[in-house]
């Protein structure tokens, strides 16, 4: 069964950093782009940025730009994304999705991890 | 940068047709994925590629994209599907989503 399963909820204080996992399986870790998605409470969906388990490429989002870091580790088909210098702003569910290898689209998508950012 | 503009709601009755509008400039040049959100729960892709259901994705869901929109269309809408809907496509490396529209089934 393909599925992605993601690490539970946190809460932090301000200025702090959280790293969320996305654990992959029934399928080639390597052939599929991670991708993460943030949604704030009763808001929309935000794109935050990918990272490729093949060769390591990611991209992110301008938003989040030199707070955000995603690795992947092969070994364990685990990705992470880490956020750093949190404020309540980045309050949200977070989602790691794949992303088909030609089409480009988001068919498999973990649980969601709340993180609350809060003093 | 670029973006996807959705109106915010569509109200239909059991078994009418549901349309969900997603603008953006030139949206047909590029590819257009849909996802239904339920509250609680992890987006579902219903629609890629303009018009493809992935498997599993009931024949009702359907969609088109030319000039500047893309459309979703639900025909014969049943209860089930009560949900956010939110359109999505890449500029360039980066994605974009549609700010959502909710679905009541009236």
């Known amino acids: 069964q393909v599925q992605l399963v993601q690490s539970g909820a946190e809460v932090k204080k301000p200025g702090a950093s959280v790293i969320i996992s996305c654990k992959s399986s029934?399928?080639?870790?390597?052939?599929?782009?991670i991708t993460w998605v943030r949604q704030a409470p009763g808001q929309g969906l935000e794109w935050v940025g990918w990272s490729s388990p093949y060769n390591g490429d990611t991209d992110y989002a301008q938003e989040v730009q030199g707070r955000v870091t995603m690795t992947t580790d092969t070994s364990t088909s685990t990705a992470y994304m880490e956020l750093r210098t949190l404020t309540s702003d980045d309050t949200a569910v977070y989602y790691c999705?794949?992303?088909?290898?030609?089409?480009?689209?988001?068919?498999?998508w973990g649980q969601g991890t709340m993180v609350t950012v809060t003093s | 940068s670029y973006e996807l503009t959705q109106p915010p709601s569509v109200s239909v009755s059991p078994g009418q047709t549901a349309s969900f509008s997603c603008s953006g400039d030139k949206l047909g040049d590029k590819y257009v994925c849909w996802y239904q959100q339920k509250p609680g729960q992890s987006p579902v892709l219903v629609i890629y590629?303009?018009?493809k259901r992935p498997s599993g994705i009931p024949e009702r869901f359907s969609g088109s994209n030319s000039g500047n929109t893309a459309s979703l269309t639900i025909s014969g809408t049943q209860a089930m599907d009560e949900a956010d809907y939110y359109c999505?496509?890449?500029?360039?490396?980066?994605?974009?989503f549609g700010g959502g529209t909710k679905l009541t089934v009236l």
């Open positions: 999705a794949r992303r088909t290898s030609t089409d480009y689209a988001f068919d498999i």
């Open positions: 590629q303009d018009t």
């Open positions: 999505q496509a890449w500029d360039t490396s980066t994605v974009v």
């Open positions: 029934g399928y080639s870790f390597t052939s599929y782009v």
